[in-house]
């Protein structure tokens, strides 16, 4: 039989949950419907989602259709949890897009097709409520085609909307034809000559689905059941099973963690090729080593490679030389389960194609690949914009919270847990206010620990405005490390994150230096002259140098006397600094592009808000009694800008926005960020920091 990873996305409460109900319970997995206001569905298992009737976390369940076997991944609708989303996306054949007839469109509707276009991957949409009063027919697929501007071929029509009554009839509507002879030279000859059997024209169909050309849209009520018997049908002839060789190396990737009842990790995975095996050591990493670190570092380690990184070179060198006993790390795997009929079952092996849960791997993060590296998951949605540090309650532990903290940055590693030693405070990254009052119920709920919240501020970026170089020798002028460093920084490209590069001869010191060096350049630019990221440049090593290996007669190594790894990871921070500041750097805040949608006649209301959030109207429209407004607008002002809209538009403006690039700020106070390392703007600080002394 063949299987289907197939993801339910949707924007929030366009009734995704409830659909994948409808769908068990037509398959025979479950015997009785659950309310999502009732918080009794199969998918929204924690105890939080049931309270609010969301979906928060990603849920696997299993159910077979005639000769296919479906992997249903429900997915989370709300914007702020769109990095659950991300993860998912990854491991899926095959997707339903699930729009309100009452509704339509939404801002996340649009962000999450542009997505499946991008990946493409098979999409089918449903177009759920119609038996909703104000539910739509013709004016939700004029929308569907004008705002996510996708070629859409109607398999049927709705009838009797907005009653108890409705249902869909199915049937291939007359446009179709045109929309898939768009696509098919062949098919377009053949209409033009007479005439398209239905047997080709279904075949077309399928084959244009599976290639993304076309998206079936459907349209139904998941309360009802009206149009899912026709959605069943097109799921099983229309998108593609999944593929992969079980003859092949292990190849799989973890795009979910949890913690067990015992507090032992539990890694879903996607299964791409071979077999997985309990007893089985497997090697994990690497995929997911780079994903954590975001689309910018890795561009930007993809640049320095093809600049001919020498320090990358002599890496590869020593892991063909064994270095792979102390990098990619392994693990045994103790159990694992697959999904099926709706159950959880114990398997003593999984294959290609499969989504297994996995216990025994205690490091494994999600993003890792599992087998052969390199199918770790990619960012496909911008990463947080928005932070705020957490302050805990009179009675919370702080060393508890801590621990709370890290486990839940596992499950979802965008939360980027940053702890302050100084100030003793820790900081979580966000996507938006829900998040942030969800992070708060689970440590309460999961954890018994009493948070409470700073008020969100906007995570910036720091851009080089200059070139610039430093030096520090050896045994001179104060320098208290048996090392010598010269870097030289100098701007580079947005996008292309940093590299690092040498002017020295890579023979000139033990290689362990070079590489303490580059570490602690790509961890020191992680705050830099205003305290925030720098994440495009590029670090030259201009000079180097080391105090070689002393011993004494009769006696062991004299560290002292002798370079180690620890001279060049303290001096680095001290040079680094100094080349930024001759360099210069300029704070960057996160701009979103928006469009706005209101009657024509609050125009004039509306423009002056917009220019007192510091956006930037660069397109101007009317359409009939509306007006569309497109542009810029700083991400820290999105979420107040939403709060004032209903009250602007008389409760008919809506916005979408989506994170687009980063701008100079231009207007208030240029932002700080407090630093969470030694230091090392301050010389004498940081010295007594690391060294316990000031000088030399």
Not at 64 to 82: A, C, E, K
Not at 415 to 422: A, K, Q, T, W
Not at 445 to 450: K, P, V
Request: hydrophobic residues 40%; contains cysteine.
């Amino acid at each position: 039989m063949h299987l289907l990873n197939l993801g339910i996305l949707a924007h929030v409460d366009a009734g995704k949950t409830s659909l994948t109900e409808r769908l068990l319970h037509a398959a025979g997995v479950i015997d009785e419907i659950g309310s999502v206001d009732a918080g009794s569905t199969r998918t929204d298992t924690l105890a939080l989602e049931r309270q609010r009737g969301i979906t928060i976390k990603s849920a696997v369940v299993s159910f077979p259709l005639d000769g296919v076997t479906v992997n249903l991944i429900d997915t989370p609708g709300h914007p702020d949890f769109i990095a659950e989303v991300e993860r998912v996306l990854g491991v899926l054949d095959g997707a339903v897009l699930v729009v309100s007839a009452v509704e339509g469109v939404q801002a996340q509707t649009r962000v999450l097709m542009r997505t499946l276009r991008r990946l493409r991957i098979p999409t089918l949409v449903f177009v759920n409520k119609i038996d909703r009063r104000g539910a739509r027919h013709e004016a939700v697929l004029a929308q569907l085609a004008r705002r996510l501007a996708v070629p859409l071929v109607p398999m049927g029509r709705p009838v009797a909307l907005g009653t108890r009554a409705a249902r869909f009839e199915p049937g291939l509507a007359p446009g179709a034809v045109d929309v898939l002879a768009d696509h098919d030279d062949a098919l377009l000859a053949a209409y033009l000559d007479g005439g398209i059997p239905d047997g080709r024209l279904r075949a077309a169909l399928a084959d244009q689905t599976r290639r993304t050309q076309v998206h079936p849209v459907y349209f139904g009520s998941a309360v009802t059941g009206a149009g899912v018997p026709e959605l069943i049908a097109g799921v099983e002839r229309l998108l593609p099973a999944a593929d992969g060789d079980p003859a092949g190396p292990l190849a799989a990737t973890v795009f979910k963690v949890e913690r067990g009842p015992a507090g032992e990790k539990i890694a879903y995975a996607r299964i791409f090729t071979g077999v997985l095996r309990v007893r089985d050591r497997i090697p994990f990493g690497d995929g997911g080593r780079e994903a954590a670190e975001g689309p910018e570092s890795r561009e930007g380690r993809a640049a320095g490679s093809r600049a001919g990184n020498r320090v990358a070179g002599a890496r590869e060198e020593n892991r063909a030389a064994g270095e792979s006993r102390v990098g990619r790390p392994e693990g045994r795997i103790t159990a694992l389960t697959v999904a099926e009929r709706g159950a959880e079952l114990r398997r003593e092996s999984a294959a290609a194609g499969r989504i297994v849960k996995v216990w025994g791997l205690g490091g494994i993060r999600v993003g890792d690949a599992l087998g052969v590296p390199g199918r770790g998951y990619e960012h496909h949605f911008a990463p947080p914009t928005l932070e705020t540090v957490v302050v805990p309650g009179p009675a919370t532990d702080r060393r508890a919270l801590h621990v709370a903290l890290t486990q839940l940055a596992e499950q979802d590693p965008l939360i980027d847990v940053r702890h302050d030693e100084v100030r003793q405070e820790t900081s979580v990254s966000l996507y938006g206010e829900v998040q942030k009052e969800v992070v708060q119920a689970t440590l309460a709920d999961e954890y018994g620990l009493d948070v409470a919240f700073r008020e969100t501020t906007t995570i910036c970026v720091e851009r080089l405005t200059g070139s610039g170089a430093a030096v520090e020798f050896n045994k001179k002028d104060g320098n208290p490390f048996l090392a010598t460093v010269g870097l030289r920084v100098e701007p580079a490209p947005p996008g292309t994150g940093v590299g690092f590069r040498l002017e020295v001869e890579l023979g000139s010191m033990p290689y362990a230096f070079f590489k303490a060096v580059e570490d602690t350049v790509r961890e020191t630019l992680g705050q830099g002259l205003r305290g925030w990221r720098i994440p495009d440049c590029t670090v030259t090593m201009t000079h180097s140098g080391y105090s070689p290996r002393q011993s004494h007669a009769h006696q062991g190594f004299d560290k002292s006397m002798s370079s180690t790894g620890y001279d060049f990871r303290g001096l680095t921070p001290l040079v680094l600094i100094q080349a930024l500041r001759r360099a210069g750097t300029r704070v960057h805040e996160p701009m979103h592009l928006f469009r706005l949608e209101a009657p024509a006649d609050t125009l004039g209301a509306l423009l002056p808000v917009l220019t007192r959030f510091g956006a930037l109207p660069r397109r101007t429209r009317t359409q009939g009694p509306l007006c569309l407004l497109e542009g810029a607008v700083p991400a820290g002002r999105v979420h107040r800008l939403e709060q004032l809209l209903p009250g602007l538009t008389r409760g008919e403006g809506e916005l979408e926005s989506a994170f687009d690039h980063y701008a100079p700020v231009s207007h208030g106070t240029v932002p700080e960020r407090p630093r969470t390392d030694h230091n090392p703007l301050s010389r004498k600080e940081y010295l007594l920091n690391v060294t316990g002394r000031v000088g030399g």
